[in-house]
């Protein structure tokens, strides 16, 4: 795969990943009748069959990453040439504030607005450092035992987190930002980026360590 | 496979499918006491499911189409002889009012009633354009890197489908016409399908071309 | 495997599987403050994740059928020894009927009650003879095509068919006597048990015909 | 992989697990505008998306057992080296609290709180030993006949055990011990977790000698 095929393949599976997040996310609001567990109910039903989809189709192109957290740990672990680092996340980052916009058309609404959602505090930031440490521990774990069932472990695990975290689990630097761009029920105040991203860098980065020393992965460089 | 076996698959198939999404749509309504979000919940997770089942126990004999955008787009790829694309969209779109009938019979409606659902707008064409082009997308993805998996990425795409697009995601013109044919939770206006079906094979080709690009698909004819 | 133990399974089976479609009725309909549809959601949603655990740990086995209309579709494709077939629906019966009472014993219930919830008439009948039609054909497609998915193919379409269909997919003989003996969310009166039988066995009868010719399934003796 | 690392990763595995149960159950209770069933709908599909994420990643470490009755029966079963059993239970206690008090940590609760929500009675402990047996028969069953599946069947159990066991199966002494810590959703009475453990302690058993019986497992020692 050439590093164009594999950016696009980011890009879009980013986009996609942020139009099911944020659409899904809106259907549910108009549809719940206020009954937030029946909505975030249908947000993480949507989020984890989604991603079943993406990865499954992507994964062998690009690595289906769609998440910068992602990106990194790999590069750390030498799984990533680290000249790849920062396309990859470029291109997630465009293409998630994309797929707010397609999501955003598809339900009549302008392309980007702000969200005025507060998602503050050592709470939501311990949610976010506990999230992503998951997530990364997830990939780790399952990419080393069982490769093939990674796409499942991953989508079952971004499903289980909506619920078990008290910030629905955001553990993505790229989709973190585009969803302040959304002033519906996924997003987040642009303010409150920084705190989620920073917690999201430090589970990022300690499970990569602890995992690195459970699994004795080896390092290597290229893929 | 004789082409007759095929032939008979998708039209049963195809018909299962519709008595699934019909049939669901009608107890789901039914039960829900007028909370939209829970019906749609189960509309979703019993299509889903169903299209688990229905293409496992097809894929083998038929490709398990399902839906003329599908055929057309593996027509195009040169991975279904085009003399055999006109019978598969014939025995599609019988199967599907087949399987409506059905499923009114099991619920005690009329074989058919013409729906008054409004589907229409720029907004609801953008949605089925998304939702095919995700369609043939995991379809071409999946097929290609993880042809196992298909079943499960597909049932998975679909479930997510019907709660991040603003339409529910119809993503088939086999379905859209069919369900023009009852006025049930899952119908559509019949002034309304071909707006939605233009937008599906909009989408259908978009994600064919732009996929052939990314997964450099060879061209051949047979199967 | 002898017959004892194939026999075992099919008793512990059967009897897990009507604790299952059983216990979760009576939870779902005592929490769900009357909204019928969350109580199918969850009556749905836990006997088909109990039938994946199911048939993976008895499939092995026994075949895992739990169902004497499986066990004579078996038999007439040949891949039952047809003295084996009445042993095999014997401990099935008496495996449901103790499954019921392990679910009453869990809920503080007698341990046996005659059910009043009146389901006859045409359309039920209907629902019966297509759900057990498609039980059939999915296991009949999948078996041949997917082997090793049909605990999936199969849990997942009566996930589906429990929505689908007006009667809620009973699809089984053995389950349907033994739901006479339960006065909670998943009983069905007894006098109407016969209607029920007879059209799970039409429908059976015509899945096996068909898939007959459209998989050509070879006729042979023993498994 | 050394003991040090397998104890890791049953720590791990089971301080996850708690918060994925205690966690969710937090969410639910909170969003749910107290309908129960939609809160319990929630929660079974938080836990058993977790434990397919769980068990895919630390399965090929330390066998993923999270549950000292899985770890009895495994000894029993000459799978684990008898003088491994009192690490593993341990080390699984340990991490059970642990994951309470992280998930305490992400909603803003006291580290440690005794849980008031009375737990005991026959019907109780009745359900304790179906949940534990079924678990057991789950695991025995599945890792003989078809071992790459149970993480998804061991998921699906306990999902659907959440709905059919009027205990909503707890079926693991270190989660009881450690539910007992939380004044939440999930919590037990400190006072009811005897009654818990020795019903569970009495189903795993029962479930051990049968299904060795049933499968005739072969005794021997390490792994």
């Given at each position: 795969?050439?590093?164009?095929?594999?950016?696009?393949?980011?890009?879009?599976?980013?986009?996609?990943?942020l139009?099911?997040?944020?659409?899904?996310g809106?259907?549910?609001?108009?549809?719940a009748?206020?009954?937030?567990?029946?909505?975030?109910?249908?947000?993480?039903?949507?989020?984890?069959?989604?991603?079943?989809?993406?990865?499954?189709?992507?994964?062998a192109?690009?690595?289906?990453?769609?998440?910068?957290a992602?990106?990194?740990?790999?590069a750390?672990?030498g799984?990533?040439?680290?000249?790849?680092?920062?396309?990859?996340?470029?291109?997630?980052?465009a293409?998630?504030?994309?797929?707010?916009?397609?999501?955003?058309?598809?339900?009549?609404?302008?392309?980007f607005?702000?969200?005025?959602?507060?998602?503050?505090?050592?709470?939501?930031?311990?949610?976010?450092?506990?999230?992503?440490?998951?997530?990364i521990?997830?990939i780790?774990?399952?990419?080393?035992?069982?490769?093939?069932?990674?796409?499942?472990?991953?989508?079952?695990?971004?499903?289980?987190?909506?619920?078990?975290?008290?910030?629905?689990?955001?553990?993505?630097?790229?989709?973190?930002?585009?969803?302040?761009?959304?002033?519906?029920?996924?997003?987040?105040?642009p303010?409150?980026?920084?705190?989620?991203?920073?917690?999201?860098?430090?589970?990022?980065?300690?499970?990569?360590?602890?995992?690195?020393?459970?699994?004795r992965t080896?390092?290597?460089?290229?893929?």
């Amino acid at each position: 795969m050439t590093l164009a095929r594999r950016l696009a393949a980011e890009a879009l599976g980013t986009a996609m990943l942020l139009a099911v997040v944020v659409g899904s996310g809106i259907m549910a609001e108009r549809l719940a009748g206020g009954n937030v567990a029946i909505a975030l109910l249908a947000n993480a039903l949507a989020t984890g069959a989604g991603l079943v989809a993406l990865i499954l189709m992507f994964g062998a192109v690009s690595g289906a990453h769609f998440n910068p957290a992602v990106t990194l740990s790999e590069a750390w672990q030498g799984k990533l040439p680290g000249r790849e680092v920062a396309p990859y996340i470029l291109v997630q980052v465009a293409g998630a504030f994309a797929g707010v916009a397609a999501a955003h058309g598809m339900f009549g609404e302008a392309l980007f607005s702000a969200s005025e959602h507060v998602r503050t505090g050592a709470s939501q930031w311990w949610s976010e450092c506990v999230a992503t440490f998951g997530l990364i521990a997830v990939i780790m774990g399952c990419s080393r035992a069982r490769p093939a069932m990674t796409p499942f472990a991953v989508a079952a695990y971004i499903t289980s987190a909506y619920w078990f975290t008290a910030s629905t689990s955001f553990a993505n630097p790229a989709v973190t930002l585009a969803r302040a761009a959304t002033s519906t029920f996924a997003g987040i105040r642009p303010a409150d980026t920084p705190g989620f991203i920073l917690a999201q860098l430090a589970g990022a980065a300690a499970a990569t360590a602890l995992f690195g020393w459970l699994y004795r992965t080896p390092v290597s460089s290229g893929k």
